[in-house]
């Protein structure tokens, strides 16, 4: 089995990952990040693909994700997440 550690990304990614995977153990997949996405047509399944990505611990898909690049920043997602 693979670990986050056998990755060869630096220890600091490696925090990040880390952290963004417990923020969003608490996901449920409700839709409403996507639905609010300013960025929604224009990404191939959104917030909510990412996070399946992250608690996954795929890196490199994440990082490689089209619809990661894409986010505005706005955080009209996190505004509307009922998780907080």
């Not at 600091?12 to 952290?19: C, G, K, P, S, Y």
């Not at 996507?34 to 990505?53: A, D, F, K, M, Q």
């Amino acid at each position: 089995m693979t670990t986050l550690a056998d990755t060869g990304y630096p220890q600091e990614v490696l925090d990040a990952f880390t952290a963004l995977r417990e923020e969003c153990a608490i996901c449920y997949q409700c839709g409403a990040c996507t639905s609010s996405c300013p960025s929604g047509r224009e990404l191939y399944r959104g917030p909510r693909r990412i996070v399946r990505l992250i608690l996954a611990g795929e890196i490199a898909a994440v990082l490689k994700s089209d619809d990661l690049w894409r986010c505005t920043g706005c955080g009209a997602c996190t505004a509307v997440c009922r998780m907080d």
